[in-house]
């Protein structure tokens, strides 16, 4: 079982920068492809960004544009993205989740989510 916090969610001006986190507990998080989703109101859940247990791969959706880095810390527990030059397009409830198995962009193939952060950014 794995249990996910995210946090570092808020308002911020467009071109604006948040770094969110993914705080896991459970023994499998050092293991495991972590990913990043959003959700807008009315919109599908959208893949963000993923990254291997080790840190090695990354991938990303086509809207982020360089504008995001993904991030891991094994020994924390922790995963990160850093996202710089928000668009408010960019706004939506941000939430991560732990992969299973399968292409890492669709959600179907993440288990273990967290509740989210909500991130607004205002034009």
């Known amino acids: 079982q794995v249990e996910l916090v995210e946090s570092g969610g808020g308002l911020v001006q467009a071109g604006g920068s948040l770094r969110l986190s993914c705080a896991a507990s459970?023994?499998?998080?050092?293991?495991?492809?972590m990913g990043w989703f959003r959700q807008a109101p009315g919109k599908e859940r959208e893949f963000v960004a993923a990254?291997?247990?080790?840190?090695?791969?990354?991938y990303y959706g086509d809207f982020v544009k360089g504008r995001f880095t993904i991030a891991r810390d094994n020994a924390k527990n922790t995963m990160y993205l850093q996202m710089n030059s928000l668009k408010p397009e960019d706004t939506a409830v941000y939430l991560c989740a732990r992969h299973f198995g399968g292409s890492v962009v669709r959600r179907d193939n993440f288990n273990f989510w967290g509740q989210g952060t909500q991130v607004a950014v205002s034009s």
């Open positions: 990254i291997t247990w080790d840190g090695g791969s990354t």
């Open positions: 459970g023994r499998i998080f050092g293991g495991s492809t």
